[in-house]
């Protein structure tokens, strides 16, 4: 059983900068996934990485501006990003499969998700 934990989700305006964290318990994670979902729309991938080594991946949307990093100490995932835009507004998820994956169904766990709204 896997434990995820997101925090970090809050209301900002355009432009602004964010980090989300995902806090991880219990057994072996191999990977590492940030979804979003929107109201109306599917849950979407947006980052993910390897849990012990530096291997990520982005969806286009996000690219340059969305990072995803680990904290071996904490056990956690963060998601850092900047330049948020409107349409980043969602309730970001993070993930854990046992193969590296786009889709959200090949994950096995998953957070409650913690909101990002982006607006003026």
């Known amino acids: 059983q896997v434990l995820l934990v997101e925090s970090g989700g809050r209301l900002v305006q355009p432009g602004d900068s964010l980090r989300l964290s995902c806090q991880a318990s219990?057994?072996?994670?191999?990977?590492v996934g940030w979804f979003r979902q929107a109201p109306g729309k599917e849950r979407e991938f947006v980052a993910g990485?390897?849990?012990?080594?530096?291997?990520?991946n982005y969806a286009d949307s996000v690219k340059g501006r969305f990072t995803i990093s680990k904290d071996n100490a904490e056990n956690t995932m963060y998601l850092q990003m900047v330049s948020l835009k409107p349409e980043d507004t969602a309730v970001y998820y993070c993930?854990?499969?046992?193969?590296?994956?786009?889709?959200?169904?090949?994950?096995?766990?998953w957070g409650r998700g913690t909101q990002v709204t982006v607006s003026s």
């Open positions: 993930a854990a499969s046992s193969f590296r994956s786009l889709s959200a169904r090949s994950y096995q766990y």
């Open positions: 219990g057994r072996t994670i191999y990977y």
């Open positions: 990485r390897t849990w012990s080594a530096n291997i990520t």
